[in-house]
């Protein structure tokens, strides 16, 4: 190590060697305590004095020596290289058993919360990090979350977005973070500005949680089980649902997805309370005709039910009404969107890692479709006072994709939304199109929901998390190619028999991602001629398939895999893709194509030379003329045929 020190002291990297392994008595160790007095660089006092303390006077050592390992630690973090180091040197004195207890507090007392977090840190010391926990508890009292506090945090929060800390100091901290907003009294205070003020402030105090709590990964369950029946209760709970699910331990995952869907009840129960006031009861007649129902509630849910029976602005009598439509929707496109649709969630710019398995995922989204669909009964079509929004059909599509059955009866329900969806689209009130991007998102799942009504769910039901591909006779190479083996070969299951949508796969093979031989054959299979269509399919492949060389050359890769390729079939194939196809090694063409060849040619030498100035080409019309109209036209002497027709 470098720094400024008198030319009379050791090195201090000669030093940290020769004591190593030393008692307290050894000369070298007291000429490192005599050095560690007299060094004047902070990071050479810094590395003495922890090889000190954590070796030979690990159980006893001079007060002077803490003191300087203190301070050469915390001031220290000031300089631009310490940024974010754990402050392992002053933690170690400051645990250390020769540390007094006036040390420990005068140290702890000026510490920044940065400081006292990475003093505290989950290997402190016993004596430490109970120090460090009296000193956050004597902070006082935690202030009701605001706006301001996201920008100048209370001590608390500074500590637990750290990262992890020490029990005992975890819990002083936990115990120390800011309280739910305050809304204050409305009287004398604009109504808007009251009802701004309290939005900033809870969307304040949703922002904290998710900072701490995503900081906090391994106390997740711990901050659950201390909030329960809090204020902080419902804003953990939808921000480990909600924000960073794939944090979550699987099991814990489950229990918040289960106590979420359990609030739905309450929304039934609102809905049909509701109703009964709009169709003429008064209050009393609502709370004597569900007094069972409102026994098993909580006293917040009883007191919210009585306020919306009090409501006498019809329009926030038609929203309790509505009431389980409205939780389904805010529920898909807010708490749960990340779950129904994993392999798009993303943490910033990143893919996110779940910890939680496909197969529980999968079991939490039917757990939200088949709750979600209860929903249906209650939609009603809405007064539009403003343009439509996707998610008020959203959540109908990923309810759909995510259901094991899709009955008549949900078909017939959901239908309406969709007529409703498309009326928005279609301009019937022109003062209110949806503007262009919400108009797409509405295109895309109003299709997707179309799709999904035409097209049955898989029988096994393993995969709920299946792309809607529709009717089999809507839907197109393009979108088949699109799809995984898994997907496609699912798809072809619940469609048995149906030749068109197999000849459609096996085009599709040839224009998606790479499919292998087996997974070809397998497509095939399906297929009540399979020796026919594959010779009806190359003749025409212009017609079928269309695309550029890569759609081409994949399809000849596949059809010279095949076990039972003939010369018929080998004779339909685009040429250049056949003469340029490999066979057994990088440089070595396709047997099969050369046998054919050298069949058709014979040892008619000008039949040879003809074939070589043949119009095949790479791309454009001439890319699809067939190698044996081309082998006939060199071996008889006649015109180059001409490309096959297109679509």
């Not at 940290?16 to 007299?38: F, N």
């Not at 300087?68 to 250390?96: C, N, Q, Y």
Request: charged share 25%.
């Amino acid at each position: 190590m470098t720094g400024s020190r008198s030319d009379s002291l050791l090195p201090t990297e000669f030093l940290l060697t020769a004591m190593a392994g030393c008692g307290p008595d050894d000369p070298a160790v007291r000429l490192t305590v005599r050095q560690a007095r007299s060094v004047t660089s902070r990071t050479d006092r810094s590395a003495l004095s922890e090889a000190l303390l954590s070796g030979p006077l690990a159980e006893e050592a001079p007060m002077w020596l803490l003191e300087a390992a203190v301070a050469a630690d915390l001031e220290g973090e000031e300089e631009a290289h310490h940024f974010g180091r754990r402050s392992a040197v002053a933690a170690r004195a400051l645990g250390h058993p020769s540390c007094t207890p006036d040390l420990r507090d005068r140290t702890l007392r000026r510490c920044t919360p940065q400081q006292l977090a990475r003093l505290g840190g989950p290997g402190a010391e016993e004596r430490l990090a109970t120090a460090v926990a009296e000193v956050v508890r004597a902070l006082g009292a935690p202030p009701p979350m605001s706006p301001q506090l996201l920008e100048e945090e209370a001590p608390a929060q500074t500590m637990l977005r750290q990262g992890p800390l020490h029990d005992v100091v975890f819990e002083a901290a936990r115990d120390m973070l800011p309280t739910a907003p305050d809304p204050g009294d409305p009287e004398g205070e604009d109504i808007d500005d009251w009802l701004d003020r309290n939005r900033r402030g809870h969307e304040a105090w949703q922002t904290m949680w998710r900072q701490i709590l995503e900081r906090q990964p391994d106390r997740h369950r711990n901050f659950v089980e201390w909030a329960d029946g809090t204020d902080a209760e419902r804003a953990i709970h939808d921000q480990l649902l909600g924000s960073l699910p794939w944090a979550v331990e699987p099991e814990l995952l489950t229990e918040l997805a289960a106590a979420d869907l359990k609030r739905f009840d309450f929304e039934i129960l609102l809905a049909q309370g509701s109703r009964m006031r709009r169709d003429g009861a008064d209050e009393q007649q609502v709370l004597d005709r569900f007094a069972g129902e409102l026994s098993s509630l909580t006293e917040e849910e009883r007191n919210d039910f009585r306020h919306a029976l009090g409501r006498k602005s019809t329009t926030l009598l038609g929203m309790g009404c509505r009431a389980p439509v409205l939780w389904a929707r805010q529920a898909a496109s807010g708490t749960w969107r990340h779950i129904l649709n994993p392999a798009q969630a993303k943490d910033g710019y990143r893919q996110v890692d779940w910890s939680a398995s496909a197969t529980t995922l999968a079991g939490l989204a039917t757990d939200f479709a088949e709750t979600a669909v209860r929903a249906l009964p209650y939609w009603e079509p809405a007064d539009r006072y403003a343009a439509a929004h996707p998610d008020e059909v959203a959540w109908v599509r990923d309810m759909l994709l995510h259901l094991p059955v899709v009955t008549e009866d949900v078909k017939a329900a959901v239908r309406p939304i969709v007529r409703q969806a498309r009326g928005w689209l279609s301009g019937y009130h022109h003062s209110l199109q949806p503007r262009y991007d919400h108009r797409r998102r509405l295109e895309e799942i109003l299709d997707t929901v179309q799709r999904i009504l035409a097209d049955p769910p898989p029988a096994s039901g393993t995969d709920r998390r299946r792309t809607a591909l529709g009717a089999p006779d809507e839907v197109t190479v393009r979108v088949l190619a699109g799809t995984s083996v898994e997907t496609l070969g699912e798809y072809l299951d619940r469609h048995v028999g149906n030749d068109s949508l197999v000849e459609k796969a096996l085009l599709a093979s040839a224009a998606g991602a790479y499919r292998s031989g087996e997974d070809f054959e397998d497509v095939l299979r399906r297929h009540s001629a399979p020796d026919e269509v594959l010779l009806r399919l190359t003749v025409a492949l212009r017609r079928y398939l269309g695309g550029g060389p890569t759609w081409r050359e994949s399809w000849t890769r596949l059809i010279l895999a095949g076990e039972d390729t003939g010369p018929s079939l080998v004779r339909a194939l685009p040429a250049w893709s056949a003469l340029r196809a490999r066979g057994g090694g990088y440089r070595n063409a396709h047997t099969l194509v050369v046998s054919v060849v050298r069949e058709s040619l014979g040892s008619d030498q000008d039949a040879w030379d003809r074939f070589a100035s043949c119009p095949a080409t790479n791309s454009g019309p001439a890319a699809w003329l067939r190698l044996g109209d081309l082998l006939d036209a060199a071996a008889k002497g006649m015109p180059w045929p001409k490309p096959p027709a297109g679509r």
